[in-house]
């Protein structure tokens, strides 16, 4: 056997030199370290036979900060080959949940809530949200580990939590995957198409199927491109929308004199008062849904130190400029008794077309709907991913069968992939319109609260990872990302969670406009709450099937999986040296970068 050697597996990201020594035999590494690039390109893309084996082994392709000597962090990789770059991050996190959400369901928002309703929950809620990705950021740019907010859930907080967490979060996924399909079909029927409802689904649901036959990076460019359009479509809006609150649209619209406030005073601010405002909390939080999906796609990168502090605060701009602003005109533009937006179905009832046929603007209302149609489908290959990949991490700590542990040679968990795929035929259960209305109500009410559970135990394991990192000697000077409110911002976090989880429950109980009794009360109860019983169920299970219980603080694991191990001097003076930049560039690296 060699001797043991040093190897310089990366630098810091910031250009200085900052080498990581590894120490390792050369007779291991070989046997377990993988190069994709020997392999031919057909393989990499995933469109030979080749590219379905099982991948031999990790990569290694992370790069590492700092000196390791004592952790074998060469083999310490995820299976899945870090192919995403610094563009596909920043998209995913600026507009990869920009969907049907914002698009048709902040008229069903508008129309519970009102306008200021709208907006008073929406700021709570990015709010919230601005805290849960920085405390995201600061534990994956520092653990880019395989399922991300799971596996740490695991680490930080208690494996029984982190199981029912996983695979509600998986069941979300898979169940919203034949919804958007679904709600892909009636885009469609905007234009007055002749196929019918099966064609349109068989067809939808092949375009995700291909699209993921090309992956990580499948889905990444993906992401991108359909982020791009629908980002200049937001953008777009605004500016419209700006002319026609001041008068400027076109003379043969509603939008020809100033509209300023009408709408703030007849009808008024709020819809339903306090029960319309909880309402708006759930729309909110689920408009938001995804967000955390640059947890995931950390351990998918090459250097996470680099890319995820732009991601993460791409989160804050997103919710600045495109939600809040698009919501703020859409409530000066479109009164929240508007009939459509109760009366429609896909693109009729969104605002954005609303505001766009009242201005007597043509043919802009197709831009959208063919904008609403691709984010649907956007969404629906972000469900293959996301619930591909918990799976996969599910296996990997010992929560699934180990089949869903295979990663192939072109880094598709394959098998975790097709689980998640065999969801989307439940689509066509919509060829028969009142059953398949009943099968999605309860399908989705199985896993609707996941999203909110799965924002929490973020939020809780960061409370968590702090009190570790203090308690076994470390400073928060040694971490490359500093969460922007610290703790505080997560115990922040985490009680807006729990203010929106209350108000769930309330209007569970107190449907807005309705007065239901007996079995009727306790459907409407169940439809809107029934994740968190199951959620309970699968903690049960999960502790009785493993027995295991959270750890002490001054016993949490902080070295496996970690990528910065860069000292307080070090760390010291990398961000002097970042001091003497520009004030321009200072300004750019904290709205933007790090």
């Not at 709600?183 to 995700?208: D, G, K, P, Q, R």
């Not at 291909?210 to 479509?233: D, M, N, P, R």
């Not at 029960?275 to 955390?292: I, L, M, Q, R």
């Not at 099937?545 to 496996?560: F, G, H, N, V, Y």
Request: with cysteine.
């Amino acid at each position: 056997m060699d001797p043991p050697r040093e190897k310089k597996v990366g630098v810091n990201g910031s250009g200085s030199d900052v080498t990581s020594r590894v120490v390792y035999s050369n007779e291991t590494a070989k046997a377990e370290l993988y190069d994709p690039s020997k392999e031919s390109l057909w393989t990499r893309i995933g469109l030979s036979w080749e590219s379905f084996k099982r991948a031999p082994g990790i990569t290694g392709q992370q790069i590492i900060a700092g000196h390791a000597e004592n952790a074998d962090v060469e083999k310490d990789m995820p299976m899945l080959q870090p192919k995403m770059k610094s563009r596909h991050l920043n998209m995913i996190a600026v507009g990869g949940s920009i969907g049907t959400g914002l698009f048709v369901g902040s008229g069903s928002a508008l129309n519970s809530g009102g306008p200021a309703g709208v907006l008073i929950t929406f700021i709570l809620i990015g709010v919230m949200l601005i805290n849960v990705t920085q405390a995201l950021g600061e534990m994956c740019i520092l653990y880019p580990v395989s399922g991300g907010f799971y596996t740490l859930a695991i680490r930080f907080l208690d494996p029984s939590f982190a199981f029912a967490m996983g695979w509600n979060y998986v069941l979300q996924w898979a169940a919203t995957l034949p919804l958007e399909i679904t709600v892909a079909v009636t885009t469609v029927n905007y234009w007055n198409n002749s196929l019918t409802v099966a064609e349109w689904i068989t067809i939808f649901y092949l375009v995700i199927i291909i699209a993921c036959i090309f992956g990580t990076l499948g889905f990444a460019e993906e992401e991108f491109w359909s982020s791009c359009l629908k980002l200049l479509v937001v953008i777009m809006f605004i500016f419209i929308g700006i002319v026609c609150v001041t008068g400027g649209g076109p003379s043969s619209g509603e939008y020809s004199t100033y509209t300023g406030g009408r709408y703030w005073s007849d009808p008024g601010g709020f819809a339903n008062g306090f029960k319309g405002v909880c309402a708006v909390f759930v729309t909110a939080a689920f408009s938001f849904a995804g967000t955390e999906l640059v947890g995931l796609a950390g351990s998918e990168t090459p250097n996470p130190r680099k890319t995820l502090p732009a991601a993460v605060k791409g989160t804050f701009w997103r919710i600045t400029i495109i939600f809040i602003t698009s919501l703020t005109i859409i409530g000066l533009l479109v009164p929240y008794n508007e009939p459509r937006l109760i009366g429609g179905s896909g693109a009729s009832a969104s605002p954005f077309v609303i505001v766009l046929a009242n201005a007597n603007i043509s043919g802009l209302d197709h831009l959208i709907n063919a904008t609403i149609c691709i984010s649907v489908l956007s969404i629906g290959l972000s469900c293959v991913y996301a619930g591909s990949r918990t799976l996969t991490a599910l296996a990997e700590t010992g929560f699934a069968p180990s089949i869903f542990t295979y990663v192939d040679k072109s880094s598709r968990p394959l098998f975790s992939v097709l689980a998640i795929l065999a969801f989307g035929p439940i689509a066509y259960v919509n060829v028969a319109a009142a059953t398949g209305d009943e099968v999605f109500r309860w399908l989705l009410a199985l896993s609707g609260l996941s999203t909110l559970f799965t924002w929490l135990s973020i939020c809780l394991c960061h409370i968590r990872f702090r009190a570790a990192w203090k308690a076994q000697g470390h400073s928060v000077e040694e971490l490359p990302f500093q969460a922007i409110g610290g703790v505080w911002g997560s115990i922040l976090g985490s009680a807006l969670i729990v203010l929106v989880l209350i108000a769930q429950f309330y209007v569970a109980i107190f449907p807005i406009g309705e007065t239901l009794t007996g079995r009727d009360a306790a459907e409407s109860f169940f439809a809107a709450y029934l994740a968190f019983p199951v959620m309970v169920l699968f903690y049960v299970g999960g502790y009785v099937w493993k027995r295991q219980r959270p750890k002490r603080a001054s016993e949490i694991d902080l070295d496996t999986g970690r990528k910065s191990w860069l000292t307080v001097e070090e760390m010291r003076a990398y961000r002097a040296s970042r001091r003497d930049a520009p004030w321009y560039v200072r300004v750019y690296r904290i709205l933007f970068s790090n």
